[in-house]
């Protein structure tokens, strides 16, 4: 069984998310709708344990859709970036690069081996900016030498590192701003933390579905059997509960019936709260229209009570005549 000379690299590659977010950017703005790969070199810390990827910057790159052996990066450009950013950050080093994959091509062998003149042991982080599938959308590589037990000269390849999503909480503060526009507000707590368990559970369903179709492969002989996979599987199962235990099964019914009782007090409780409101709205609305029947009875009652006023022009009338017999009996 072919083995990897890989002792030296680190354990634990940690992405930022302003990383996540200058790829997806590079991405939209140089290759959106089409089927080229954006190319960009990550800065950030190394101290042999874990990778810190901190920043990145893009770098001009292009490549022969039929001829994956030709491609070209702008070197001077890389060296130039790297001036300009270690006068504003020395911290920030060249640690690797990047591209949007999805998956490794045959010449990213090639391009490590650029990068390993600024820096002695390149990481590659492959994003993928448009994920199918729940879970991280990073991988990351460190090349390594493949020993082959037949004695045949040792060949370079990719060994996959574990990645993972860090942030300082200025960059939380800037992502909680980011998602805000697209975080819909209407949703609760409650349905937001099943919507959390639904996506971990299918990525999980995919996860097993991998291992499974792993297994068939070495089942079959179309893969070689790799004892440090089986090893991390045997670890992943020893962690399973042993539900053939009795005690283990009870306690596992106790806690889920525990489960089910406060959901379901709750739900009666949210029920018996709505109920009550609803009977109060509808009191309140039957006093107001009682209310409102009132004042307009009062009203009209009011109206037919005040005496009619004499009609003016019977009265102007009478005046008239008046003066007018008083006029006769002068003249006469």
Do not use: C
């Not at 493949?146 to 503060?173: C, R, S």
């Not at 999980?204 to 059997?225: C, F, M, N």
Request: glycine letters at 4%; hydrophobic letters at 40%; a negative charge.
């Amino acid at each position: 069984m072919p083995g990897l000379e890989s002792t030296s690299n680190p354990s634990k590659i940690v992405v930022h998310p302003l990383v996540l977010l200058s790829v997806v950017d590079h991405y939209n703005r140089v290759a959106e709708l089409t089927k080229k790969r954006v190319v960009g070199v990550l800065l950030g810390q190394n101290d042999g344990e874990v990778v810190n990827v901190a920043n990145s910057f893009a770098v001009p790159f292009e490549e022969d859709e039929k001829n994956p052996a030709v491609w070209f990066l702008d070197h001077n450009y890389v060296e130039t970036m790297r001036d300009m950013f270690k006068k504003i950050n020395a911290k920030e080093k060249v640690i690797g690069w990047y591209h949007n994959g999805p998956k490794l091509r045959s010449s990213d062998l090639q391009i490590n081996e650029l990068f390993k003149r600024y820096t002695p042991n390149p990481v590659l982080v492959v994003v993928d900016v448009q994920p199918k599938e729940i879970g991280l959308p990073t991988d990351a590589y460190f090349a390594v030498e493949e020993i082959h037990d037949d004695g045949t000269a040792a060949t370079k390849t990719f060994e996959h590192v574990p990645t993972e999503i860090g942030a300082e909480e200025a960059e939380e503060i800037g992502v909680e701003h980011l998602l805000r526009d697209i975080k819909d507000n209407s949703t609760g707590t409650l349905a937001t933390r099943i919507s959390h368990q639904f996506s971990s559970l299918r990525g999980l369903s995919e996860r097993l579905a991998d291992i499974r179709a792993y297994l068939q492969k070495v089942l079959e002989g179309g893969l070689p059997v790799n004892s440090e996979i089986i090893q991390n599987l045997q670890d992943i199962f020893n962690l399973l509960p042993n539900l053939t235990i009795p005690e283990d099964a009870a306690a596992f019914t106790v806690q889920t019936n525990d489960q089910y009782a406060l959901i379901y007090v709750s739900a009666m409780a949210r029920s018996i709260i709505a109920l009550h409101d609803l009977i109060n709205n509808k009191i309140e609305n039957r006093e107001a229209e009682r209310m409102a029947d009132e004042k307009e009875n009062e009203a009209k009652n009011a109206s037919a009570a005040a005496p009619a006023p004499a009609p003016a022009t019977d009265a102007a009338a009478g005046q008239t005549k008046a003066k007018t017999e008083e006029t006769d009996m002068a003249s006469k």
